[in-house]
């Protein structure tokens, strides 16, 4: 089984400056995909982004950011130029590679704030 | 540009009522999921269909039921309503597998209360 930890329940910053948010995933499983999702007071899921484990460049959308460690099992979120818009709750989840599996895990979730 | 329509957006029900939770989509995807979200907590998934006339059960099954009729339409029934399956409950869609970079298109979610 999977699991997902975000260590980090609540965060705050600055706007315009950046933040990281962490995530750190126990699996067995040797290719899999990784994401974060952005849920603002609207309750709204948004895809943040994605990265697949066998890929060693970290994924980057524009002031987002992921700094992924295979080894360490390590997937933090870095959010550069804060925003007030970047407010929400940030979800970290998995899901294993291969045609059968279609279950995302999810951690807690992070709540930030961006102060003005 | 609807995408993920739920419906109601909140309900209270008492112990050992029924009810069902609504959700269309009209971005032709094959793939529609139901979650829920429990305070402090991420999503779990509770049932998935890979398209019209087929369903699987996900993590948290029990207490639920689904059906998948048509392509657009994936909708949620609690049988007898307990105070644990209080939740908000989110609908989402996807062109493709979780896997690929085709996203989850997500409802704006269900509070359902039960009493």
């Known amino acids: 089984a999977q699991t997902v930890t975000q260590s980090q329940p609540e965060m705050s910053v600055q706007e315009a400056e950046t933040v990281t948010l962490s995530c750190t995933y126990d699996?067995?499983?040797?290719?899999?995909?990784l994401f974060w999702y952005k849920q603002p007071p609207s309750r709204q899921m948004i895809l943040v982004i994605r990265?697949?484990?066998?890929?060693?460049q970290n994924a980057t959308e524009n002031r987002f950011s992921v700094n992924f460690q295979k080894a360490a099992k390590s997937f933090s979120l870095k959010i550069s130029d804060s925003q007030l818009g970047d407010t929400a709750m940030y979800f970290c989840a998995f899901t294993p590679s291969g045609a059968g599996s279609y279950q995302l895990t999810f951690g807690k979730g992070t709540k930030l704030s961006v102060i003005p | 540009n609807a995408g993920v329509t739920q419906t109601p957006k909140f309900r209270i029900l008492k112990i050992g009522q029924s009810m069902t939770l609504q959700c269309t989509q009209d971005m032709n995807h094959n793939y529609m999921y139901w979650y829920r979200q429990d305070p402090g907590m991420g999503l779990k998934l509770i049932y998935y269909?890979?398209?019209?006339?087929?369903?699987d059960k996900g993590e948290v099954p029990n207490g639920y039921n689904v059906s998948r009729s048509t392509t657009e339409d994936f909708p949620l029934r609690l049988e007898l309503a307990a105070p644990s399956q209080t939740s908000v409950y989110f609908c989402?869609?996807?062109?493709?597998?979780?896997?690929?970079?085709?996203?989850?298109?997500f409802g704006d979610g269900t509070r359902l209360s039960i009493l």
């Open positions: 269909s890979v398209g019209a006339g087929i369903t």
């Open positions: 699996t067995s499983e040797s290719n899999y995909y």
């Open positions: 990265q697949e484990a066998y890929k060693q």
């Open positions: 989402a869609s996807s062109y493709a597998h979780v896997t690929t970079d085709q996203p989850q298109h």
